[in-house]
């Protein structure tokens, strides 16, 4: 229902509205919530939909959904028997002094429409609580019932209507915390039978003959370079130093994959392929993400393509095709890496083109990365990876860093994102905007709070310049670089543009990965359509952009959310283990409560910490696990000691 809200406040054509929605959207029409114009349903001026945030006393605010606008706020009397959580239409109260305000016409449901809770046993009364906030789960069931399940046993709620929809198990199982993840969101892995006899009707062999009118690139070296574990690879690259052009080719899931079908509505309602540290659940069905749309190395592949021609780091010219390619070689990160330091060779005379390639194109994506940070930002990131047994427990944690390999891909990612960008000037843009002066100056007072005194510049590249250069002579690069992005905007899908600040791009768009990315594929439709100059086809590919970009910006979180929820799940088992044992760890935040993050023996771990002394922001601090609640993932540790090894010192 939230998402039906999303579109209509942004306006829903007809077409787009099933049918099960349409029964919705002409109650509301009559009530007058709506209006219909040119068959095109929308949320007039006078009323918004969002979600109710209760205050500390008996009023609330409006969290508005699908536009960018300021919380309305709604008085006690106003609540129309609102509560927390709820999803509502409310009426805006115009000509009101102060804040802007509104009154609940309609509470529609709650905002969250699925949870997971968990029998518990108190003052031997059973009953269901939400495994977030130990809250009532709203669950009515008899006692008989009840008795049917024991304690720690975890089930998913229609919050809606308060049933449960299916048992996902005990949580004293290590397995079920994939599930409860995938369940708070109604995530799914499996694709309908519909669905899967759609992918599998598809040829498993592409038959260039059948494609006359593509460019036939099979004879170029392209090659892909993707994480070891990977399965599915959007791109695959191709670099001629003699010409200075760069090929850039990704997969044409468009070709497989029209709207309104099948996969296409499971693709929507996904959105985003999600990667959990032992498997990836992903928005395509396996036979196209992982076969036929994956450009594997030695089959012919279908590819849409940017051919980049190059006058020292400028992009002279472009050309954009669907074409037909046949890749040479899958690399990994590690073996370009291995072969850049002269410990990889090629085994045959393709392979040996390819790398010779390489090198050339390593010269011009590091001279394009140099020219790109004279205006955007190098943020220090590590990418943690979690190492898990056959009954997924925690074994161990790595980090990697951004390497040559890493470097050399990103930077052609993003040649060919501007280029898509620069072919239109409304559609799918990935936009960032500046941050807020309130948010600035929140940072500039953490930061006076490790002795990092912050003047700002005359501009904001030189001031973040700045900060990051100060944060390098106290060894607290990474740390320092999140609290930096804390304090920016998220970056998020648009339909208009307004430049991409961190990348310092005045244009930018995500073109390079629609296997796991449905807006990749909405921009490879466009921009079909711009090619054929068909203004109809690309007028109808836009007709719900700005539902769609709000939509497809809030799965992204949601996606976000799963694969950093999981593995806290899997910090908290970890950590039950290790109950009144003492850990190395760095104080991560002050305010509103100290937390700190665990060193080793594994790295990552948040923790809620007691304090009985003052410890600062960024102190090596050795504490004590305490107690670990495993249903809401939550680990509580005391401070031992303050190391002596102060981080804040200059060296």
């Not at 759609?198 to 040829?203: R, Y």
């Not at 001629?240 to 029209?258: G, H, Q, R, T």
């Not at 900060?467 to 998220?490: F, N």
Request: with cysteine; hydrophobic share 40%; aromatic share 8%.
């Amino acid at each position: 229902m939230k998402n039906l809200l999303i579109r209509l406040t942004l306006g829903l054509y007809e077409q787009d509205i099933s049918d099960e929605e349409m029964k919705q959207v002409q109650t509301w029409l009559t009530q007058g919530y709506l209006v219909k114009e040119e068959k095109r349903y929308r949320l007039p001026s006078k009323y918004r939909a969002g979600t109710i945030m209760m205050t500390q006393g008996a009023s609330g605010y409006l969290q508005v959904v699908g536009a960018n606008v300021r919380d309305l706020y709604i008085d006690e009397h106003s609540l129309n028997g609102a509560k927390h959580g709820d999803l509502v239409i409310a009426q805006r109260l115009m000509g009101k002094r102060g804040t802007p305000s509104a009154k609940v016409v309609e509470v529609i449901g709650k905002a969250e429409s699925y949870s997971v809770a968990i029998l518990t046993t108190k003052e031997g009364k059973k009953s269901f609580v939400d495994i977030r906030n130990s809250h009532p789960a709203g669950i009515e069931l008899t006692e008989e019932a009840l008795l049917s399940y024991k304690e720690g046993d975890l089930v998913k709620v229609n919050n809606q209507d308060g049933t449960i929809m299916e048992t996902l198990g005990n949580i004293s199982d290590p397995l079920v915390d994939e599930k409860i993840v995938l369940a708070q969101f109604n995530k799914h892995d499996e694709f309908e039978d519909d669905v899967i006899a759609l992918a599998e009707s598809f040829d498993k062999n592409v038959d260039a003959s059948l494609y006359p009118d593509r460019k036939d690139l099979r004879e170029l070296p392209f090659c892909t370079i993707d994480p070891v574990t990977a399965k599915d690879f959007d791109d695959a690259i191709c670099y001629l130093p003699e010409k200075n052009i760069l090929y850039v080719a990704i997969a044409d899931v468009s070709a497989y994959v029209e709207p309104f079908g099948a996969i296409d509505a499971e693709a929507i309602y996904r959105s985003f392929s999600i990667y959990l540290p032992h498997r990836s659940i992903p928005m395509l069905p396996r036979q196209l993400s992982e076969t036929l749309c994956s450009l594997q190395a030695h089959v012919d592949r279908l590819a849409f393509v940017f051919e980049l021609h190059m006058d020292g780091t400028k992009v002279k010219h472009t050309e954009l095709y669907e074409a037909i390619i046949h890749s040479k070689r899958r690399f990994t990160y590690e073996d370009i890496d291995a072969f850049y330091e002269g410990q990889l060779t090629a085994k045959n005379s393709d392979e040996e083109l390819v790398l010779a390639n390489l090198i050339e194109l390593r010269k011009l994506t590091d001279a394009l990365r140099e020219e790109r940070l004279k205006v955007g930002y190098d943020f220090h990131s590590e990418e943690l990876s979690m190492q898990l047994d056959e009954k997924q427990n925690l074994i161990a944690t790595t980090t990697s860093e951004e390497t040559p390999s890493h470097g050399l891909i990103e930077d052609c990612m993003l040649l060919a994102n501007k280029a898509a960008a620069a072919r239109y000037t409304h559609g799918v843009f990935r936009i960032h905007e500046q941050s807020s002066p309130t948010k600035l100056q929140s940072l500039y007072q953490e930061l006076a709070g490790i002795g990092l005194i912050v003047e700002p510049k005359e501009s904001m590249k030189e001031t973040i310049d700045f900060i990051q250069a100060e944060a390098a002579k106290r060894d607290l690069v990474s740390e320092v670089d999140t609290l930096i992005i804390r304090a920016q905007m998220q970056a998020r899908y648009a339909p208009d543009n307004v430049g991409h600040f961190g990348l310092g791009f005045e244009a930018y768009t995500h073109f390079t990965s629609p296997i796991r990315r449905y807006a990749d594929l909405i921009v490879h439709r466009h921009l079909k359509a711009l090619l054929a100059h068909d203004t109809e086809e690309s007028s109808y590919v836009l007709r719900n952009i700005d539902a769609l970009c709000f939509s497809i910006s809030e799965k992204e979180r949601e996606a976000s959310a799963i694969e950093v929820r999981f593995m806290q799940r899997k910090f908290a088992r970890w950590a039950a283990e290790h109950i009144n044992e003492e850990f190395k760890a760095r104080v991560n935040s002050t305010d509103p409560s100290f937390t700190a993050q665990i060193l080793e023996p594994i790295q990552g771990a948040e923790v809620n910490l007691s304090v009985a002394t003052s410890v600062m922001l960024f102190d090596d601090i050795i504490l004590r696990i305490d107690a670990v609640d495993i249903a809401s993932a939550r680990i509580h540790a005391s401070l031992v000691k303050k190391l002596d090894n102060d981080p804040m010192e200059l060296v």
